[in-house]
């Protein structure tokens, strides 16, 4: 119970810092760079909610898991896939306008909910899982500073480890692991925020005063 509580804590530490300190050094950024500073900021959020919940609520009653499954559906099947979306669109100098990252959000939530309904669901959080590491892989590849992608290598790394070994459904276990889950997630987040920052430095944001 007390290693829960740590794990959810320094998440949500992690995550919130994460997107307040992105928005804050950011917040003069061209239109492209900041609606995709946004997104990132908005998918820490949505992972600092899971955090809160899991630290407050418990699992004493029906309604406190019903949210407690919200938060953790909000983190796996749009805050991850909308990092990754970030970081492809970044490398691929795509410029989607806050519109079209709204209809991206609605889209994760239509394919999970007709997943879940068709019973493809573990199948379908399988391929997303793969299909967001190999998105920030590919980020890697092209033409940016050793210390950005450094980060984001590291990050993906923790990401991978965190999706693939201890999430709620595992690739590569039997059974996910929570306490492991949210730590490796409060170790991505900054990795991948610090290499989004350098990126968009890099690309020419105008510093802030």
Not at 16 to 32: G, Y
Not at 67 to 90: D, G, H, K, W
Not at 157 to 179: A, D, N, Q, T
Request: overall charge positive; some cysteine; glycine content about 6%.
């Amino acid at each position: 119970m007390m290693l829960d509580a740590v794990s959810s804590l320094i998440l949500l530490i992690s995550s919130l810092t994460s997107a307040v300190w992105l928005l804050h050094q950011h917040k003069k950024a061209i239109e492209e760079h900041h609606f995709r500073i946004r997104v990132f900021a908005l998918s820490c959020f949505f992972i600092g909610g899971y955090a809160l919940s899991n630290l407050l609520l418990g699992d004493e009653n029906q309604h406190a898991n019903t949210f407690l499954q919200m938060t953790e559906n909000l983190t796996i099947y749009v805050s991850i896939p909308f990092i990754a979306t970030v970081f492809i669109a970044m490398s691929k100098g795509w410029h989607w306008s806050m519109a079209g990252w709204g209809r991206w959000l609605l889209g994760l939530i239509a394919f999970f909910e007709l997943t879940r309904r068709t019973d493809f669901g573990v199948s379908y959080t399988y391929t997303l899982a793969i299909l967001a590491i190999a998105a920030l892989l590919l980020s890697v590849l092209p033409k940016q500073s050793t210390r950005s992608r450094n980060a984001l290598l590291i990050g993906t790394v923790m990401l991978s480890i965190g999706s693939l070994l201890y999430s709620p459904l595992p690739l590569l276990m039997e059974e996910g692991h929570s306490v492991l889950y949210r730590l490796s997630l409060a170790i991505t987040l900054p990795l991948l925020m610090i290499s989004l920052h350098w990126r968009v430095s890099e690309a020419g944001s105008p510093k802030n005063q």
